[in-house]
């Protein structure tokens, strides 16, 4: 960003205006160049002294420690941005790769052959997850295959 960017902006960054791409860009050449720190510093001066007339207020009489103060805070407010989507990526990532291991597993399932007597052909059972372990996605569908194993057990001794 550029000084003239820079000075126009001073009003908007003071009113707290500016979208987080610009304020980082903002904030950026605010923190290396001197003269738009100055410049800086008597808009906030002027823009605090008219607040403090209008609403009546002491008039403050450390606008430097203050506005050094509202910088940090505009900083520690983009830092804890970029942490949020750090986390926000990490979450994605994490997502991202546990999906792989609970696909390969659904896919592993076991297969498992049942023909009843009489019958010619071979019902597949199909198992997902690990059989006797518990996996809270595919719990339901194991039981559901367990009580059809029961069924089709109890017809079995039935006939
Ligand atoms: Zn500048």
Do not use: W
Request: glycine share 4%; net charge negative; hydrophobic share 35%.
């Amino acid at each position: 960003m550029d000084c003239r960017t820079a000075l126009k902006l001073n009003e908007r960054y003071l009113a707290e205006g500016l979208s987080d791409t610009v304020l980082a860009e903002y904030l950026e050449h605010i923190q290396g160049c001197e003269s738009c720190r100055d410049n800086l510093m008597t808009d906030y001066s002027i823009t605090r002294a008219l607040d403090q007339i209008n609403h009546n207020m002491d008039f403050s009489t450390d606008y430097s420690k203050e506005l050094a103060q509202k910088l940090e805070r505009s900083r520690q407010y983009l830092l804890r941005k970029k942490r949020l989507r750090k986390i926000r990526i990490a979450i994605v990532v994490l997502l991202m790769l546990l999906s792989v291991p609970l696909s390969v597993a659904s896919s592993f399932g076991t297969a498992k052959f049942y023909k009843p007597e009489g019958s010619e052909e071979s019902l597949r059972l199909q198992f997902y997850g690990i059989p006797e372990t518990s996996d809270p996605i595919r719990n339901g569908i194991i039981e559901y295959n367990d009580e059809a194993v029961k069924k089709l057990r109890a017809l079995e001794e039935g006939e």
